[in-house]
């Protein structure tokens, strides 16, 4: 039985990724790993390794997903969790409420636990290797002369089922689904 490392999530249009890009590089630090702008996506919930013949279950369970599209405004940065950094984020501005329960509720059956925490939406930037309160204090410093940044808005119109496969040089994702987002109904 073999696993594959999964998550659903949303990604961001092409467009964006030389923004993504620039903004890395003001962030660039040693101990900081950055993602690469085009593998930038919205991640709505992590299955973590999963057995191969899994995938046909949660395929089948997530195009009973029924949300609508809707927009999201990319804007903000920020990190997790606070005084000893760990992540750092862009943020995003739209009601990801809806399609976040829907995934929820489409993979609880399959024994995916839900969430315990309130989903909080955003773009993985980076993650720092050792955090200690030093590379805290540059990360905030750099988060604070960069941190109005604004890429606009886009239309959530569909969501994918995706593999992360770990390398060396960093994740390699495929996707395994695509979801269009229509009314219920």
Not at 54 to 61: D, G, L
Request: with cysteine; net charge negative.
């Amino acid at each position: 039985m073999t696993g594959v490392r999964c998550f659903v999530a949303v990604e961001l249009p092409e467009s964006m990724r030389d923004e993504i890009g620039q903004i890395e590089e003001g962030l660039r630090m040693p101990g900081l790993r950055l993602v690469k702008p085009d593998l930038c996506h919205v991640t709505l919930k992590f299955l973590g390794d999963v057995p191969s013949e899994k995938i046909v279950n949660i395929r089948e369970a997530l195009h009973s997903v029924r949300a609508e599209p809707f927009d999201v405004k990319v804007c903000g940065m920020g990190a997790f969790p606070g005084r000893s950094i760990r992540v750092v984020w862009l943020g995003l501005e739209g009601d990801f409420s809806n399609l976040f329960g829907q995934v929820e509720d489409a993979l609880n059956p399959l024994g995916f636990e839900r969430e315990s925490r309130k989903f909080s939406p955003h773009v993985t930037l980076g993650r720092v290797s050792r955090p200690s309160q030093d590379m805290s204090g540059h990360i905030a410093t750099r988060i604070e002369k960069l941190g109005n940044v604004d890429l606009g808005s886009f239309l959530v119109d569909r969501f994918f089922l995706k593999k992360s496969t770990l390398t060396r040089e960093g994740p390699i994702y495929e996707d395994l689904a695509e979801f269009l987002l229509r009314s219920p109904g």
